[in-house]
């Protein structure tokens, strides 16, 4: 069923089949395996057509782990026209696959995260916070408008303002949602701005969710969750340097930064454990 779906959105999109990334059969999800330029202009082209909604979902680890155990969350992340690759576990463990479990896995293990602190497989990424700031340089080239929905406080509208002050054609509006909005109102306002693409930020599986009940009533072209990127680009939490970044550890920065997030990085260690011995 997983290689028959794959089928159809290598049709659907022009995907050549090299841009599939090839561990959707172990985690039962298949992945944009190009760069975020060709994503781009896949998104611009389908905008351009006006083929159908983009939905974009950002997977990492923690998203694999929770889709792993929840049938419906797995569900609403495979409804998605397009998953990228938002964390460099993936590509870890799509290398690391290659060998049988056992002591080659192990050591294959070890071999392919020495290439990433070097800065190795870093092209395959398509973090979505970098991926924000691509969106909105391509609206404000392309005409196109951004609204910027959820966040903590007005994280949101900051974004929007300082993204504006980059990209001085970005037509941007911005909105908190929930709860102070009622998902009806909002979705009213985000199709009356005729906005082209919108950001969620509800954090992982909440905005997912939300996207999936009110893609239907949506007027938008692409619509992708961003999680807490909005904090970054609101400039109201400090983004990992671009060394850490490049050495694929930015969710360690985030913990030292926030050492109450320690529960939800739990999902990175087991992973790894997960496929160092569990999968097939």
Known sequence: MMKNRRKVEDARYG?????????????KMDYFGSGVEELLKLIKKQNCEKYKKNWIVTVNTEFVMEAMKNSSFMETVNGAEIRVIDGIGLV?????LKSK????????????????LQGGFREELIQ????????????????????FLGGWGTSAEKSGKNLAKKYKKLQ???CIGRPEYGDKEVVGDINKFGTDILLVAYGMKKQEEWI???????????????GRSFDYYSKELK?????????????LYSLVKEPKRWKRQLAL????????????
Do not use: H
């Open 172 to 174: 941007y509006k911005a």
């Open 101 to 116: 479990r056992g002591i080659r896995r192990w050591v294959n293990g070890f071999k392919v995260g020495f290439e990433i």
């Open 128 to 147: 979505g916070a970098d991926l924000i700031e691509e969106l909105c340089e391509m609206a404000s080239k392309e005409g196109m408008k951004v609204y």
């Open 239 to 251: 983004r990992a340097p671009q060394w850490v970044r490049k050495m694929g550890l930015e969710w």
């Open 15 to 27: 995907v050549s089949d090299k841009l599939i990334l090839k561990i959707g059969d172990k985690f």
């Open 269 to 280: 260690p087991r992973f790894v454990w997960m496929v160092l011995t569990k999968v097939a």
């Open 92 to 96: 870890w463990a799509r290398e690391v």
């Open 212 to 226: 999936r009940d009110n893609l239907k009533d949506l007027k938008v072209k692409t619509v992708m969750g961003v």
